[in-house]
């Protein structure tokens, strides 16, 4: 007998597969997507058909069938140097490794918040912090749309969320440096427009009250995470009149500016000046010496909110959960008793 050979180009489609079957283009289809309906000889026959051809199933067939999406759509507000930020690679990393282990689709969103989102063939949307698109998330809610934001702990809105502590980990970040003996405790802030650098200003605050010791507003310098307000910052604490003997910084990036300047400067970390950062980016085992710093769990974060987006996906009514993650200090060299 002669077996006719396909065309390597061709494509096969369910027509096929329920030819080599001998069953229906119905019957094929309840198999795919596992309804079960079907007998188990017909559904053996069909398993052999879609190995034998090397069927693969069409998404958008499967998505028509189930009635639900499998394209999680990733919502990050645009920034300058949003593609160079430590956050936002590995928020994305995480996100699309899960989405691989689940079988789900990826759809990057870098937005604005004047921006309407196109929530078309989307199952569900991750929500990268909230900075002025707030908007954007009470239209996706509004549209029965499963969201899941992380990065930002909301408590006015019945959505899912996933944050880090942030307050808790600069607390313990300042309380460190207290233990080490240190009184004049400077911090330089990052964008308190946004959630978590509030919350580290927050805990700044909170851990310098709780330890007696008078919050100076001349020891608070605001920044907007940027390098160059780091590098700003840097320059006056280093210039003031009564220099602090620590800082606080709250991000890893601007610690590493913070040293910088120092050593322009001629002064020697941590011996003029003790420094905490805040993120555990791996560029802080490479600066002068090896940063102290505050470990968030970005990759846990973003795994864990595209599982929660699955499981809200999966359900015909609203269940939201809130999680709070642990931050955790990371000792090194960058910090002495004082």
Excluded: W
């Excluded at 998330?137 to 880090?164: G, H, R």
């Amino acid at each position: 007998m002669t077996r006719t050979k396909k065309n390597p180009s061709q494509v096969i489609s369910i027509v096929d597969v329920a030819k080599a079957s001998g069953v229906s283009i119905t019957t094929v289809s309840r198999v795919i997507n596992k309804i079960g309906t079907v007998k188990e000889f017909n559904r053996v026959k069909v398993a052999k058909a879609i190995r034998d051809l090397k069927f693969q199933p069409s998404v958008f067939a499967q998505r028509l069938a189930t009635g639900k999406s499998n394209v999680v759509a990733l919502v990050i507000p645009r920034y300058e140097g949003v593609f160079y930020s430590f956050y936002a690679l590995e928020l994305i990393r995480g996100v699309g490794t899960m989405c691989e282990v689940l079988k789900l689709d990826l759809l990057l969103h870098i937005t604005d918040a004047r921006t309407p989102l196109s929530l078309r063939g989307v199952g569900g949307v991750i929500f990268s912090d909230i900075i002025g698109n707030r908007a954007q998330l009470e239209d996706a809610l509004a549209k029965n749309m499963p969201c899941v934001v992380v990065n930002y702990y909301v408590n006015d809105l019945d959505v899912s969320c996933i944050a880090i502590d942030n307050a808790g980990g600069a607390e313990n970040a300042v309380n460190y440096l207290v233990e080490l003996g240190h009184r004049k405790i400077a911090h330089i802030t990052g964008d308190i427009t946004t959630q978590p650098a509030a919350k580290r200003l927050e805990g700044y605050r909170r851990a310098l009250e709780k330890n007696g010791i008078k919050v100076r507003e001349d020891y608070i310098f605001q920044t907007d995470y940027s390098r160059g307000a780091a590098r700003s910052a840097a320059e006056k604490l280093f210039k003031s009149p009564d220099p602090a003997s620590a800082v606080f910084v709250a991000s890893d990036a601007m610690a590493l500016e913070v040293m910088a300047v120092a050593r322009e400067l001629g002064k020697n970390i941590p011996d003029d000046l003790s420094i905490v950062g805040f993120d555990d980016n791996p560029s802080g085992l490479y600066g002068p010496v090896g940063l102290t710093t505050v470990r968030q769990p970005l990759i846990k974060m973003a795994e864990e909110s595209v599982k929660e987006l699955n499981r809200l996906i999966g359900l015909n009514k609203k269940s939201s959960k809130k999680i709070l993650l642990p931050a955790e200090m990371v000792i090194r060299e960058s910090c002495k008793p004082h």
